[in-house]
């Protein structure tokens, strides 16, 4: 059983956060599951390779830091992250902190993405792997945005130190934490065993599992920023991109703000303690570890296969014809319809396209051609790196309610 303390029945000894993955016997479904998560990230791989569609790779980061900040009840608007690109912060204080953090998530994610190949199995579940997310995140804001609400056991307000475990205790709910003494030891059983997980399907249920055990220990303070919530949220992205099963078009975040009381109600229940002989051996209930791992399987696989369908180049005609004509009979700035089968086969290619060629392939004489692709990179359906640089396909966040609807709902409605 935990020590006791003052305030806490503390957790001091890495025994007892077993079993860290459920018994054989229990594995026969979650394998199945993995398998298949497998499977379709291959196929959605395949329909999209890496560097490709550039500007729907940034729309998703901030779709991420959208969902984020909505798991740990820091609500943004998407308008608001989009300002906040273009560094138009909101006049209300505590938005504007909002929109910092959206961005300090958006920048972390990237940099988790340029470098999750580089790293070696061990870095990956390392402590220090865990600690520099959690640096990484939050040293992105002001100081004034990482203070500490004062509480009963810590009266006098302090600032969260990016990437230092907590050193005071917590308890989340009805679970008392692990004592803060006793972290590097926790994380240190965390990281070797999930780190010496053999790979393919074992791997993937290690990252589910390793998601609650790592929200379990609960390794840093929380305020209004949120902390180990988010930590754990951006290890697993980085597990699965270290596993080759994202290539940033995809995100369990996405699952888990949009199944929000199932994932905390989850992560909850599989805190509880072993319920009686046929709940396993570990002091920690494993029906209530495969429960939550099967959630995450089942959300994570879900998720892929939605972003598959959306990328489908037959329909994606389709989808961008709607937009154009929306364009042209709505907005009514310049944009025309027969820019489509240029869009498309920049969509299809994923290739960036010289000026003249896609001016070419509009069907305009040369005056037009030239206003259309002006028009189309005024409201972002075009991208480009300089003023007279190739062209690729744009993904402005007005235009998601078409090409990928369905995606960010909570974005088509603004």
């Known amino acids: 059983m935990p020590a006791k303390s003052q305030k806490f029945s503390l957790y001091d000894a890495p025994h007892q956060m077993e079993p860290l993955l459920p018994g054989e016997h229990r594995l026969g479904l979650l394998l199945e599951q993995a398998h298949d998560l497998i499977r379709a990230c291959d196929q959605l791989n395949g329909a999209c390779q890496p560097g490709a569609l550039v ?80 640096q990484d995140l939050f040293v992105r804001l002001p100081e004034a945005d990482r203070v500490l609400g004062a509480t009963d056991a810590n009266p006098t307000t302090e600032t969260l130190q990016p990437g230092v475990l907590r050193t005071q205790e917590v308890s989340v709910g009805i679970h008392a934490a692990p004592a803060a003494a006793q972290l590097p030891a926790f994380l240190d059983r965390w990281g070797s065993f999930y780190g010496s997980v053999r790979r393919g399907e074992m791997q993937v249920l290690a990252m589910a599992a390793a998601h609650h055990r790592l929200a379990w220990i609960h390794p840093f303070r929380d305020g209004v920023c949120g902390g180990s919530g988010r930590v754990a949220r951006l290890h697993s992205y980085l597990v699965l991109g270290h596993l080759g099963l994202t290539n940033g078009l995809w995100s369990p975040l996405r699952g888990f703000a949009r199944s929000h009381d199932s994932y905390y109600a989850l992560l909850a229940a599989a805190d509880e303690p072993r319920a009686g002989d046929l709940d396993g051996r570990g002091n920690l209930t494993e029906r209530g570890l495969e429960a939550w791992m099967g959630y995450v399987l089942t959300l994570c696989l879900d998720q892929v296969r939605f972003m598959t369908g959306l990328l489908n180049l037959n329909t994606m005609k389709d989808r961008i014809a709607a937009c154009l004509s929306y364009e042209q009979s709505v907005v009514k700035l310049g944009v025309r319809t027969e820019a489509l089968r240029a869009l498309h086969y920049l969509f299809a290619t994923q290739a960036d396209l010289e000026r003249a060629d896609f001016k070419a392939m509009l069907g305009l004489g040369d005056r037009l051609a030239t206003a259309q692709v002006s028009a189309l990179l005024k409201r972002g359906l075009l991208a480009s790196d300089s003023p007279y640089g190739k062209l690729r396909f744009g993904v402005p966040q007005h235009a998601l309610r078409f090409y990928f609807p369905g995606l960010w709902p909570e974005a088509e409605a603004g």
């Open 55 to 134: 500007d729907l790779r940034t729309s998703l980061l901030g779709m991420n830091s959208y969902y984020s900040n909505k798991i740990e009840g820091q609500h943004t608007l998407p308008l608001e992250i989009e300002q906040a690109l273009h560094n138009d912060y909101s006049a209300d204080a505590d938005k504007a902190r909002r929109q910092r953090l959206a961005l300090a998530h958006m920048a972390c994610e990237q940099a988790l993405q340029a470098q999750w190949h580089e790293w070696s199995v061990q870095e990956v579940w390392s402590a220090q792997r865990v600690c520099g997310i959690h």
